[in-house]
């Protein structure tokens, strides 16, 4: 972290090498972020592409009150919110582009499965839910990091996520129960 204020702070200053050092750490972890939300592994590389022009464009308006991380994730959501309200269409992974990618560490803890399970629940969250566990588990970020990019209260934060759980073992009860007919 104090390595990305670093980076942050000379690339500020119009240090190229630090801004593509910044760009180098975080491009895989943001496009995942979107593979994981959209269908299209173009688009996906499209709106990573997208989030780091606007990134480097909006480098002058980091004020250090956060860290680099959370504040790169909450552009990258706002940017995946336009991209929703550009198609008006629900987007989710198919478990075809899960195999062309990868795997990140939480992914290697599931098995297929298990990995199907976790994506039909979190497709049935509402949008909020879906969020907070993804910020939470998927990206390992901090209650204090999930509530920045959310733009909520860390209290609030925590509340989704509790309410999240909540939901999400109801959904893998009824799922569960569905698929042992």
């Given at each position: 972290?104090?390595?990305?204020?670093?980076?942050?702070?000379?690339?500020?200053?119009?240090?190229?090498?630090?801004?593509?050092?910044?760009?180098?750490?975080?491009?895989?972890?943001?496009?995942?972020?979107?593979?994981s939300?959209?269908?299209?592994?173009?688009?996906?590389?499209?709106?990573?592409?997208?989030?780091?022009?606007?990134?480097?464009?909006?480098?002058?308006?980091?004020?250090?009150?956060?860290?680099?991380?959370?504040?790169?994730?909450?552009?990258?959501?706002?940017?995946?919110?336009?991209?929703?309200?550009?198609?008006?269409?629900?987007?989710?992974?198919?478990?075809?582009?899960?195999?062309?990618?990868?795997?990140?560490?939480?992914?290697?803890?599931?098995?297929?499965?298990?990995?199907?399970?976790?994506?039909?629940?979190?497709?049935?969250?509402?949008e909020?839910?879906?969020?907070?566990?993804?910020?939470?588990?998927?990206?390992?970020?901090?209650?204090?990091?999930?509530?920045?990019?959310?733009?909520?209260?860390?209290?609030?934060?925590?509340?989704?996520?509790?309410?999240a759980?909540?939901?999400?073992?109801?959904?893998?009860?009824?799922?569960?129960?569905?698929?042992?007919?």
């Amino acid at each position: 972290m104090k390595e990305d204020m670093k980076l942050v702070g000379k690339a500020q200053k119009g240090d190229k090498e630090s801004f593509a050092a910044l760009y180098s750490k975080y491009k895989r972890e943001i496009f995942l972020f979107y593979c994981s939300r959209i269908n299209s592994r173009e688009d996906a590389l499209d709106i990573t592409s997208e989030c780091f022009i606007k990134v480097m464009k909006s480098l002058h308006t980091f004020k250090f009150n956060s860290s680099f991380r959370t504040w790169l994730y909450v552009i990258a959501r706002n940017l995946l919110v336009d991209f929703y309200k550009s198609r008006k269409k629900e987007i989710s992974l198919s478990q075809e582009d899960l195999e062309k990618f990868p795997e990140t560490e939480t992914h290697k803890n599931f098995s297929s499965r298990n990995s199907d399970l976790l994506r039909d629940v979190l497709d049935k969250l509402p949008e909020n839910y879906r969020t907070i566990l993804e910020l939470r588990y998927l990206m390992n970020l901090k209650f204090s990091e999930c509530a920045e990019s959310m733009q909520v209260t860390e209290n609030y934060a925590k509340v989704l996520h509790s309410r999240a759980l909540k939901k999400a073992n109801n959904y893998k009860s009824v799922i569960l129960r569905s698929q042992s007919k």
